[in-house]
């Protein structure tokens, strides 16, 4: 068993979306810091889903945060396109966060004053490399294939909880990304819509090529993976 969810062995096997090599990260003050990651390696390949499980508290959101450029690691580095991006500018991070990533939280953080499509759009917006009408015809298929076809136009404050999670996903997927970072993306969710969330995710990862690493807690999700990382104490464990 490879803990490394390396398939270089393959020989004609793609270059990783993403890399990360020996990423170590401390969090707090004083007496009080903590080991948090102690030294991760890991490869993420197109078309592959990653279930990222482990007990509470044992860094996975903290790997998503290095991983997503939202933190940097305090030793290791991460690479897209031999690009090491951890010891990037803030600027080149921002940029790469944009054109290559996707994120879905626990929390879908859309913005309630906005539509279903407004919130599509923005990170198109931020990219900027759309015309409006291209950002708006894209941000209605990308609702449409998550089922929201008909309530592209609804304030996100007027949508349930599935059907927010839902366009967070749509969001998610507005730049193309390579790689979907989500962080218990049906954590608040039902068994219905959870079921519904995950299911898309694994769509998109098969149909487009893209990579998705989800942390869950849910072991059922998890085992429809086509990898599982296993995290204990910071480390990826058997
Ligand atoms: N600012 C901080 N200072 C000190 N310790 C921190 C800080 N932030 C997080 N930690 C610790 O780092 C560890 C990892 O946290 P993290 O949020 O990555 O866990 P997790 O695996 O995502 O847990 P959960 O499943 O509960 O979401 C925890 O023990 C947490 O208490
Ligand atoms: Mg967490």
Same mark, same amino acid.
């Given at each position: ?8 062995? =393959?020989?004609?096997? @793609?270059?990783?979306? %993403? ?10 003050? !004083? ?8 030294? %991760? ?36 580095? &991460? ?7 951890? !010891?990037? $500018?803030?600027?080149? +991070? ?11 939280? /626990?929390?879908?953080?859309? %913005? ?10 923005? @990170?198109?917006?931020?990219?900027? +490399? ?5 950002? +708006?015809?894209? =941000?209605?298929?990308?609702? +449409? ?18 059907? /927010?999670?839902?366009?967070? &996903? ?6 193309? @990304? ?6 218990? @993306? ?8 959870? $079921? ?8 998109? =990862? ?21 990898? &599982? ?10």
């Amino acid at each position: 068993m490879n803990r490394t969810a390396d398939h270089t062995a =393959a020989g004609d096997s @793609p270059a990783p979306v %993403l890399e990360a090599r020996g990423l170590h990260r401390w969090l707090g003050e !004083a007496e009080g810091r903590v080991h948090v990651l102690c030294g %991760l390696d890991l490869k993420l390949y197109p078309e592959k889903s990653y279930a990222v499980v482990g007990p509470s508290g044992c860094g996975k959101s903290t790997l998503l945060y290095l991983l997503g450029l939202l933190d940097r690691p305090d030793e290791g580095a &991460i690479f897209v396109d031999e690009t090491n991006l951890s !010891a990037g $500018t803030d600027e080149a +991070r921002t940029r790469a966060r944009s054109a290559y990533l996707g994120f879905v939280f /626990q929390f879908h953080f859309l %913005l309630p004053e906005f539509t279903a499509a407004e919130n599509v759009m923005l @990170p198109m917006r931020k990219l900027g +490399r759309l015309g409006d009408s291209e950002m +708006r015809d894209r =941000a209605e298929a990308l609702l +449409r294939d998550v089922g929201l076809g008909d309530k592209t136009h609804r304030f996100a404050n007027h949508l349930s909880g599935g059907e /927010q999670q839902r366009v967070a &996903i749509a969001r998610s997927l507005a730049n193309k @990304p390579r790689l979907i970072l989500a962080d218990e @993306p049906t954590g608040n969710l039902d068994m219905r819509n959870s $079921t519904l969330v995950f299911d898309l995710l694994q769509q998109v =990862a098969h149909d487009k090529g893209q990579a998705i690493l989800i942390v869950t807690h849910n072991r059922e999700l998890a085992d429809q993976c086509d990898e &599982i990382l296993s995290m204990r104490d910071g480390r990826f464990v058997e």
